[in-house]
């Protein structure tokens, strides 16, 4: 099946969700970011995935668009993989140096049913499949050219520097070697020991070492799509727990060891759900339904009665959003204008701290569980607790930055360790801090010592956290 990345800017949300609806019911698998996945790092290599994966790249035109750094990164790595560039001309724009030699699709208002058949053309699908009325233009407006990329006189010089810049920024990630893959065995009830390459192992640690009690969870696409997996950061046993065909990933455990909460696609490739995993059964049930928004990065009260998540609606909005253990009521417990992700409950279950774009760059706050007393601590992302509840560990950035960790009450900042990464997670004892780090999964003592990969290889691992049989 064709595949189709759209590069957009999320102000045209609305637009983007028809278009792909439209694409989708004409066959056509579409992929583009409702999520922002979880932390810069995994969503720039998210991305990139999806663009290897994609034959085809539309991307939609409009004032917002034009002046994103995003779209520009998409536009320029696909054209370095040579993929087939296509805009849509949805909002009226002047057009930037990428595309002043490419001939758009006008999708401005009642064009877009004339000129959607032009697009399936050009997509290889052709107008038979179109559900949407035909076009009534003679000569629409569109003339196709095959580029890795099309630019007037000295605009392939640009390019060029653009993308060595971008290489050498680390914002457009080199060609990775073959993603190695695994044999799975279908089926979800752990701990069905799965075989992974000897890279992928543990090193050899040194004093003091984590305890074999506790397990590492975390997602990887090592069999092409994401699933998530259990790792022994002692022995390097590693065991496959959901390991099917669909995509699932950010996977947190019941303080019983029993449930696992995970974000999945399975109902609908473009809208992720919370799915609740129940080990004992090896079944998996659906906590969250929306044709409209996606949820995400699930979190478990101390109780286990409670899962605290984010939710990204077609109004571009996030918030933060509380559910009992069965999905039922379901309660927002943020409203502001900026994007509030990454829940995660304090040790005592009294307070939940997030990071929020809401002053205009990403911040760790706190908020007691009913919503009240929204507050910030400190600048970062992906915040989580320490096991007595009286620190707070995070990221400067939502990509691999400094691990850093605070005091709840905003005093004693300090950075620890000298790796960068993102998403820490503390075990149980406290005695270790587990992160991605380079799209791998690293541990280190909490006093920053003794770094050390516990995955690596080309696939992508990410969003690591505890298990305690």
């Not at 910030?376 to 707070?392: H, K």
């Amino acid at each position: 099946m064709t595949q189709v990345f759209i590069s957009y800017s999320r102000k045209d949300i609305s637009f983007i969700n028809r278009l792909a609806a439209d694409l989708k019911t004409a066959g056509i698998d579409v992929w583009y970011d409702v999520s922002r996945i979880a932390g810069g790092a995994r969503w720039r290599s998210e991305i990139e995935n999806a663009l290897r994966n994609s034959q085809y790249v539309i991307v939609v035109l409009s004032p917002d668009s034009i002046v994103s750094e995003w779209v520009e990164r998409e536009f320029l790595f696909s054209s370095n993989l040579k993929r087939k560039i296509i805009p849509l001309m949805y909002r009226a724009c002047e057009l930037p140096l990428n595309y002043v030699d490419l001939n758009y699709i006008d999708v401005q208002g009642e064009s877009y049913a004339q000129n959607f058949d032009e697009l399936l053309k050009v997509l290889n699908v052709g107008s038979k499949t179109s559900t949407l009325p035909a076009s009534n233009v003679a000569n629409p407006p569109f003339k196709w050219k095959t580029l890795p990329i099309a630019l007037m006189g000295g605009g392939a010089i640009l390019t060029a520097v653009l993308l060595g810049s971008l290489l050498m920024k680390g914002l457009i990630p080199p060609a990775p070697t073959p993603t190695e893959m695994m044999v799975v065995t279908q089926g979800l009830t752990p701990p069905t020991l799965t075989s992974i390459p000897a890279s992928a192992t543990p090193t050899s640690t040194s004093v003091p070492t984590p305890s074999s009690d506790f397990w590492i969870t975390y997602d990887s696409n090592i069999n092409g799509n994401r699933d998530i997996f259990l790792l022994n950061p002692v022995t390097g046993e590693t065991r496959g727990v959901i390991t099917d065909r669909y995509h699932d990933k950010v996977g947190t455990w019941s303080p019983d060891g029993k449930f696992l909460a995970f974000e999945s696609s399975r109902t609908d490739p473009n809208y992720y759900q919370i799915y609740l995993y129940n080990s004992g059964q090896g079944i998996t049930i659906s906590l969250t339904e929306s044709a409209e928004c996606s949820s995400f990065a699930p979190d478990w009260s101390p109780d286990g009665e409670k899962i605290i998540f984010y939710s990204y609606c077609i109004n571009s909005q996030r918030d933060i959003y509380i559910m009992n253990r069965d999905g039922s009521a379901r309660h927002q417990l943020t409203t502001s204008t900026g994007e509030d992700e990454f829940p995660a409950f304090s040790p005592d279950g009294n307070s939940i701290t997030f990071t929020s774009t809401r002053n205009g760059k990403y911040q760790i706050l706190l908020m007691n569980t009913d919503g009240s007393n929204q507050r910030v601590v400190a600048d970062g992302c992906s915040s989580t607790f320490s096991p007595d509840g009286n620190w707070l560990w995070f990221s400067t950035n939502c990509d691999d930055s400094d691990i850093k960790r605070i005091r709840i009450d905003g005093t004693n900042s300090s950075t620890i360790g000298p790796m960068f990464g993102s998403n820490p997670s503390l075990s149980p004892d406290g005695l270790f801090v587990v992160f991605q780090s380079n799209d791998d999964i690293w541990i280190m003592g909490v006093d920053g010592s003794n770094p050390k990969p516990l995955t690596s290889g080309s696939a992508l691992d990410g969003a690591p956290s505890w298990w305690e049989p």
